[in-house]
């Protein structure tokens, strides 16, 4: 019998050694969960508001989505898209008529960026059936500044952000970006190549941005002018997260002349799984210029598929943390916690901050960036704001997640409480006003 004399590799080592390097980790490595509650391996507790990016929208280890997943798991975890599988059929009601709550039909896939490129193939084939005047096929999908659509070819044409894209060209044509609420922008945009506008009705990569109703307006007005779809990426904002299970709705507002904006198609992915890995859209049941299918028939067989969307395991997953938002008015207790949350932060006068910004539990603190650079420790670090400060706040147990050079997002539970709120704004205000006692 040989006796191993080799050092126990860290994860740090493992990480370093077998895994590619395409995320800039922080060293912190999360063995267990519950609630906003996150437990490392040296059984370090965090306090967690970035939700694994708006993911985690019932916290960790929730016991209806953890014994749904269980239950299922023992029954059937994946089965063809070939058949009829129950548990998609109930998940597709669930999402059409308790969600949306208009007609429609859901295509399930597998994350964002996938449920992202079911609408580029969506236009495509609608730009194919309803041509420009020469014959040739409509292709142009209209996107806007700073947004973010997926990590795929497809999807860095689409995102309004140059530094997803360099590196990766030539890029797939058929995409133009606009101003984000730049009504004028957008109309001289639209073109006879143009088959649909694309937006977040609040950018989360972006920095929290949320779509003006005049936007949103325009954007309905011209898609019925010109004959073009109009979609929704609500993958980041969307089942809850801003306070309504519309995203599009909660930056509306209240004002009567914003009713009748219906998109053509919603994409979901994110928070609607709480973690388990998921995507989806919603089509619209409705008919448009010539085309006599509706929008929710034009992906017929054979023209899209995913050998994992909408498998058993991951419906029920799906279904019982849907249920759960659904059942305990979870948006209604994120527009409630939002306000509570936007209020400390507020009273809190902490340093740095500009602005703070979002709707419900999807909140972006603007700093400054001038005040953060002039720290000595982060001219030190080479980082910019943003992702000094979230590193800062790791340090202190209390996880975020950075947007851009100058945005701090916070992206907690749905279900999180006005305690665990307290804690987080104590904990941001001790973190950011040592780092000036001590500069």
């Given amino acids: ?4 004399t080799e050092t126990p590799q860290t994860t740090q080592d493992l990480f370093e050694q077998y ?8 060293h912190m490595a999360p063995v267990r969960g519950q609630g906003c509650w996150l437990w490392d391996e040296a059984g370090k507790k965090y306090l967690d508001f970035g939700g694994g990016i708006a993911v985690c929208s019932l916290g960790h280890a929730h016991p209806r989505l953890a014994g749904a997943i269980q239950a299922q798991a023992a029954s059937l975890i994946h089965c063809s898209n070939l058949y009829q599988m129950p548990a998609q059929g109930k998940l597709a009601k669930l999402l059409v008529e308790g969600v949306m709550q208009m007609p429609g039909k859901v295509f399930f896939s597998n994350s964002g960026a996938e449920a992202n490129e079911g609408l580029y193939k969506l236009a495509r084939r609608y730009g194919t059936l309803t041509p420009k005047a020469n014959g040739e096929a409509r292709i142009e999908v209209i996107t806007v500044e700073n947004s973010f659509h997926g990590r795929t070819l497809a999807g860095i044409a689409a995102t309004g952000q140059e530094k997803v894209k360099s590196g990766f ?5 058929g995409f133009q970006h606009v101003p984000y609420n730049n009504v004028e922008a957008l109309k ?7 088959v649909a506008i694309m937006l977040e009705p609040v950018q989360g990569e972006g920095g929290i941005n949320v779509a003006s109703p005049e936007f949103l307006r325009t954007t ?7 004959d073009l779809l109009f979609f929704l990426d609500e993958i980041q904002c969307g089942v809850g997260r801003t306070g309504h299970l519309r995203a599009w709705e909660t930056a509306l507002g209240e004002s009567p002349e914003s009713a ?8 979901w992915a994110k928070g ?16 448009r210029s010539s085309v006599r299918e509706p929008i929710c028939d034009l992906l017929g067989p054979g023209s899209h598929g995913t050998t994992y969307g909408g498998a058993p395991l991951a419906c029920a997953a799906v279904t019982a943390g849907m249920e759960e938002i659904l059942e305990n008015d979870l948006a209604g207790h994120s527009a409630a916690m939002g306000n509570y949350l936007r209020k400390k932060l507020q009273e809190a ?19 400054d960036q001038g005040a953060v650079m002039a720290l000595s420790a982060c001219e030190e670090s080479g980082l910019v704001p943003s992702l000094f400060l979230v590193g800062a706040l790791n340090k202190a147990k209390l996880l975020t997640v950075p947007a851009g050079a100058d945005v701090v997002r916070l992206l907690p539970a749905l279900n999180v409480t006005e305690a665990e709120i307290d804690t987080a704004v104590f904990m941001l205000k001790t973190t950011f006003e040592k780092l000036v006692a001590t500069n």
Wanted: hydrophobic residues 45%; proline residues 7%; contains cysteine.
């Fill in 19 to 26: 895994v590619a390097p395409t995320y800039g980790r922080f």
């Fill in 260 to 267: 009748g904006i219906i998109p053509d198609a919603v994409s």
């Fill in 1 to 4: 019998m040989t006796t191993s």
């Fill in 188 to 194: 001289a945009a639209v073109n006879e190549n143009t």
């Fill in 349 to 367: 006068e902490l340093p740095f901050v500009k602005d703070v910004r979002g709707l419900g539990l999807m909140i972006g603190i603007v700093v």
């Fill in 169 to 173: 060209g030539p890029l797939m044509e």
């Fill in 220 to 226: 309905r007005d011209l898609c019925q002018k010109h």
């Fill in 272 to 287: 609607m799984g709480g973690g388990f890995p998921f995507g989806a859209i919603w089509l619209r049941n409705a008919t």
